[in-house]
């Protein structure tokens, strides 16, 4: 059983950036591999970034290529997502979640935190 918490959410002006934080425990950290998520009020969760467990293998949505970046620390057993040039439409609650493989569908994850709130002001 893997355990996530997520971090460092808030508010941040357009064009601003923010990182945001998961923290994993109870199980083996680098056999997983990790995922962030998004899901906007209304709206369906959204595949963001993956990283394989090594951290050599990264997977983007095209919405936020260029953006952000996903790293992990398999040392201290977390993993970030760093956001860039934030837009409003970035606004959302953003999930971590863990799995066997790098992939941008959310049922093939098994591990799911709680979310962090990013709200993107214009």
């Known amino acids: 059983q893997v355990h996530l918490v997520e971090s460092g959410g808030g508010l941040v002006q357009a064009g601003g950036s923010l990182r945001v934080s998961c923290a994993a425990s109870?199980?083996?950290?680098?056999?997983?591999?990790m995922g962030w998520f998004r899901q906007a009020p209304g709206k369906e969760r959204e595949f963001v970034a993956a990283?394989?467990?090594?951290?050599?293998?990264?997977y983007y949505a095209d919405s936020v290529k260029g953006r952000f970046t996903i790293s992990r620390d398999n040392a201290k057993n977390l993993v970030y997502l760093q956001m860039s040039s934030l837009k409003p439409e970035d606004t959302a609650v953003y999930y971590c979640?863990?799995?066997?493989?790098?992939?941008?569908?959310?049922?093939?994850?098994?591990?799911w935190g709680q979310g962090t709130q990013v709200t993107v002001s214009s």
């Open positions: 979640a863990a799995g066997s493989v790098v992939v941008h569908i959310p049922r093939l994850y098994d591990y």
């Open positions: 109870g199980g083996t950290f680098s056999f997983y591999a």
């Open positions: 990283i394989s467990g090594s951290g050599g293998d990264t």
